[in-house]
């Protein structure tokens, strides 16, 4: 139920950092970079202070990004979670024969 949550919100965070990402305009003049910033002179909030929004927006998603992904780690339902695979006797533990020794 938990893990359900916690990846929920983290395909919403990716979405939501994707767009942010998206909206953030190129640091590069690039191909485009020059015709795009003469047709659109003005915004509404200014283009310095978008920018400074869309970025800190970027950085918070980003880190809530990473840290849901380590709790969702943590979260993950197992099967058999009493007892490690080692111990159960689940993983193999034999070491192959090597074919060059001629065994």
């Known amino acids: ?19 942010s990402i998206l909206l953030q ?3 590069g003049e690039g191909l485009a970079g020059g015709m795009a910033a003469q ?12 920018a400074d929004v869309l970025s800190k927006t970027t950085t918070i998603l980003g880190a809530l990004f990473m840290v849901l992904c380590v709790i969702a780690n943590f979260n993950i339902p197992r099967q058999n979670a009493s ?10 533990t034999s070491v192959p024969a ?6």
């Open 98 to 103: 090597d074919p060059a020794s001629g065994n």
């Open 83 to 92: 007892t490690p695979a080692v111990q159960d006797g689940t993983v193999n």
């Open 39 to 50: 047709g659109m002179p003005g915004q509404l909030m200014g283009a310095r202070r978008t």
């Open 25 to 27: 305009s190129g640091q």
């Open 1 to 19: 139920m938990v893990y359900g949550i916690i990846i929920a919100l983290i395909t919403l965070i990716a979405l939501l950092m994707a767009i």
